[in-house]
């Protein structure tokens, strides 16, 4: 069966579109990849969708007077291919509320921190500042308010006495891949049940990644 038309959109590297793009194509998500787009032509995620045969396009942002207006091409967009999901992924534009009720329980993002704590930007920088012992990503449904809505999937990774936020980044990133195919898997399976705000999944669904090396500075009573 034919995986729910999905699309992702992005403004650069695009790894995470590439997690989406191998878990679907290994069979672990229950989505398929319809759609690229980008916001920026130099985007290297779009020549990860070439590589898989993906439609791939470029709606962007300064070709527009207003973000009404980016927004409704970039809806227009998602339309004419028929798109049922959009995945935000490293996509950095900020959407109006206009667009995010358009796409309401359909829209996914992913964040480099473990929501609530660090919305926003430099989340790796403000962890380390913050000596969080632990920090992380998650993947949520997307609501008006910037980094809010219900959540998904976490991953969590331990902040090592030594890091800077590269190390960090890097570390949150290797869990990233790992969140974005279970959570959209969850929601193409129709296996997440929303209540407004609030999400209710089977108990026995995988919505929690540990990074190997939390083992090794975690006291296990
Ligand atoms: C990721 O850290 C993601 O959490 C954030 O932007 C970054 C995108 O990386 N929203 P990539 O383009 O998927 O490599």
Same mark, same amino acid.
């Given at each position: 069966?034919?995986?729910?038309?999905?699309?992702?959109? %992005?403004?650069?590297?695009?790894?995470?579109?590439?997690?989406?793009?191998?878990?679907?194509?290994?069979?672990?998500?229950?989505?398929?990849?319809?759609?690229?787009?980008?916001?920026?032509?130099?985007?290297?995620?779009?020549?990860?969708?070439?590589? =898989?045969? %993906?439609?791939?396009?470029?709606?962007?942002?300064?070709?527009?007077?207003?973000?009404?207006?980016?927004?409704?091409?970039?809806?227009?967009?998602?339309?004419?291919?028929? #798109?049922?999901?959009?995945? /935000?992924?490293?996509?950095?534009?900020?959407?109006?509320?206009?667009?995010?009720?358009?796409?309401?329980?359909?829209?996914?993002? #992913?964040?480099?921190?473990?929501?609530?704590?660090?919305?926003?930007?430099?989340?790796?920088?403000?962890?380390?500042?913050?000596?969080?012992?632990?920090?992380?990503?998650?993947?949520? /449904?997307?609501?008006?308010?910037?980094?809010?809505?219900? %959540?998904?999937?976490?991953?969590?990774?331990?902040?090592?006495?030594?890091?800077?936020?590269?190390?960090?980044?890097?570390?949150?990133?290797?869990?990233?891949?790992?969140?974005?195919?279970?959570?959209?898997?969850?929601?193409?399976?129709?296996?997440?049940? #929303?209540?407004?705000?609030?999400?209710?999944?089977?108990?026995?669904?995988?919505?929690?990644?540990?990074?190997?090396?939390?083992?090794? =500075?975690?006291?296990?009573?």
């Amino acid at each position: 069966m034919a995986g729910r038309r999905t699309a992702v959109l %992005i403004s650069g590297s695009g790894s995470n579109l590439q997690a989406l793009i191998d878990a679907c194509e290994a069979g672990r998500c229950a989505a398929e990849m319809a759609l690229v787009v980008s916001n920026r032509a130099d985007a290297f995620g779009l020549e990860r969708a070439r590589r =898989h045969g %993906i439609a791939a396009e470029v709606v962007d942002h300064r070709g527009f007077a207003s973000r009404e207006a980016f927004e409704a091409a970039l809806d227009a967009v998602l339309r004419q291919a028929g #798109i049922e999901l959009v995945c /935000l992924a490293g996509f950095m534009r900020v959407l109006t509320s206009g667009f995010v009720e358009a796409w309401r329980d359909r829209l996914l993002n #992913i964040h480099p921190s473990l929501l609530p704590a660090f919305p926003g930007l430099d989340t790796h920088a403000r962890a380390l500042r913050a000596g969080s012992r632990v920090h992380g990503c998650t993947v949520h /449904l997307v609501r008006p308010t910037l980094d809010d809505g219900p %959540i998904l999937v976490q991953g969590v990774v331990p902040v090592l006495a030594d890091d800077a936020v590269a190390s960090l980044a890097a570390r949150v990133l290797e869990v990233e891949h790992r969140c974005y195919p279970l959570a959209l898997d969850l929601v193409a399976r129709g296996a997440v049940r #929303i209540d407004g705000d609030r999400v209710t999944l089977p108990r026995d669904a995988r919505t929690l990644v540990l990074h190997p090396e939390l083992a090794d =500075h975690a006291f296990q009573p």
